[in-house]
């Protein structure tokens, strides 16, 4: 590949759950600590979630969260920790090419929501309805927040991809850097999910809402007595740049991104179809020029879903089959399923394997399904290897839309 | 509703909506817009937060008349006097 096309990682701002940097998310998932909790949300009551508690106040003023929504200050909190991580030189770099590309699951049914509820106060009579509900909903909300906290005129849009959405910003924007359309990409993904009751009402009429006792228990992808989706908020953007500008101001480099695809379905709206996930997993490795056993962490979509993870697991079986020297493990189990973001945020939490050599694990994995049995999984534990070169990361969502990434250890 | 508790009312709406502006020195002669970082958007947001509070619909005519404190003061007086404020 031509060194201009190679695009790397040089800066990674987060909240998950379990953490607001990398380094307390990171210990967190070694540590196998949940960020479920209960959650109180409206007609529904109590529901498990994954909350973030990270300072919304560092990098915007109160009345532009009044104005804006919480992807947007997701968004920005991420994007300005993805900058300051970088080391980049902000302020005199050229803001027109700087390009900003998040993946969201869905957006506007929170700010709706609440319209729809405010104006039912006064009879619903559509004067109350909110003059900022538009600028609120439109689709590019989040990351148009981002240029304008930062000061940015280089493009923004959203992309809109169900809960592949996190992987699909990411190529994007490596993408866009490597058509000259920019030279520093803010990519990654953003959810706000949890803050309509929509969402659980939905996955409860779905019969895939989770539920337990102990919150910390109620996300368990693999598990025999997995009962469905946590439904989470976060975000994670990284700054990615060609690898000669990253080189040229000596950038801290997380990986380089050697291998994607994404693909669909065309099988149904909800259900996951393993063949074409397989085929999605093949054409990274593919394109990175990687067979699987190349791979030595693989990080599962699978959202504790009975059906979802049992298709997954096959898909593995299908691609990994032969290959011991793979850990396979899920980041859902700690966070529940970030949704927009659960992509990049997931991918994100494996990053340190580089450094560290530990394999963060699956956790609530106390009774495995058998239809989920992978032989590489990590159960529980994390794991220490001799080294990690290469990660893989699923992310899959509703209309069979299928995205597969791989990063690589950073070599010259 | 006497002058000042229409003067206090406004204050509180803007204060609301402006919560990271400082308005113990407000000049109630000058536009509010001079003083304080509004914008259009927020002025929206005042006729709607006079129609919730108030039920109090200010006309799109009418919008000039809340350019500075005194202005709305004598502007929604006449409309506010006989409002009776929760004790």
Redo the contacts between chains.
Sequence with gaps: MALEDRVVITGIGLTAPNGNSLTEYRQNLLAGKSGVVKFETRFMGEVLAGVCDFDDLKYQKKKALRRGTRAGSIAIYCARGAIEDSGLDFENADKSRIGVYLGTTEHGNVETENEVYNISKYGYDIKYWSHHHNPRTVANNPAGEVTLNMGITGPHYSIGAACAAGNLGIIQGMQMLRLQEVDLALVGGVSESIHTFGIFASFKSEGALAAHDDPAKASRPFDKNRNGIVCSEGGCVYTLERLPDAEKRGAKIYGEIIGHAANSDAFDYILPEPGRQAECMRLALKRAGLTADAIDILNTHATATMLGDIQECKAVREVFGKCRGVRINNTKSFIGHTMGAAGALELTGNLPSFEDSMVHATINLDDIDPDCALDQLVVNTPEKVEQVNIIMNNSFGMFGINSVLIVQRFQK | MTRDQVRQAVLDIIID????EDFSAIKDEENLRDQF?LDS?DF??IV?EL??RFNLEVPEKDYPELISMASSVEYLFPRLKDWKLAS
């Design positions: 909506i402006a919560p990271d970082d958007m929206l947001d709607m129609r919730k």
